[in-house]
């Protein structure tokens, strides 16, 4: 199949134009150190119960307030909201193939993400994404790369929407060999534009 690319802005994934292979690096486990505690002297059982009714009082009126907002950052197929965000602070390994991305940073992919409705302008689109096989070796850089070159030149680009844009890249990202050693076997292959949120149309064929 041929490159991806040409006269729509977007460089083939595996030529000397295309953006560098981002890696994916993960976060360091966190962990949370006690602190001492006050113990209470009096506190009554009726005044434990009334404090508790108050909180329980407080958080259903701001739940209730809050509205359709609550359920924004729990699954990337959420409903969108008016302003067109379907989900808020994702992380890039729960991703969908085809979900657009609002103010995605190419310079840091582990970052969370906020998915968007493809007509709400955005700036980057996955456009597709494979798993290696679980109990695969370390294959090495080179023919991660390769894979995801043949991952992108193989997605089917909607070649009209992609001609309103210029400044587009496509942008792969692999595995390194320490995210490989925590279970890491996620290639992606992602649409960035150069000029930010501009994008407001999928970039892939149906």
């Known amino acids: 199949m041929p490159p991806v690319g040409g006269p729509y802005g977007l460089p083939p994934a595996g030529t000397e134009q295309a953006s560098p292979t981002r890696i994916r690096a993960r976060a360091a486990d966190r962990s949370v150190s006690g602190s001492n505690r006050k113990k209470l002297l009096i506190l009554g059982a009726a005044g434990l ?20 907002d609550t359920g924004r950052g729990a699954t990337p197929g959420s409903t969108p909201g008016a302003d067109g965000i379907i989900a808020e602070n994702i992380s890039p390994l729960e991703l969908e193939a085809g979900a657009c991305i609002l103010g995605f940073d190419a310079a840091n992919v582990s970052a969370d993400v906020t998915t968007v409705t493809c007509t709400t302008p955005h700036n980057a689109q996955l456009l597709a994404t494979t798993s290696l096989p679980e109990d ?6 080179a023919a991660l790369n390769a894979s995801g070159d043949e991952l992108c030149n193989s997605v089917p680009i909607d070649e009209d929407a992609a001609a309103g844009y210029s400044g587009l890249t496509l942008t792969q990202v692999t595995p390194t060999s320490g995210t490989w050693a925590e279970g890491d076997r996620r290639i992606d292959c992602f ?3 150069d000029e930010g949120n501009v994008i407001t149309d999928t970039l892939l064929a149906e």
């Open 191 to 193: 649409v960035v534009s």
């Open 49 to 68: 119960l009334l404090l508790a009714l108050l909180i329980f009082a407080i958080v259903s009126i701001v739940n209730a307030l809050r509205g359709d």
């Open 136 to 141: 695969a070796d370390f294959p090495g850089e």
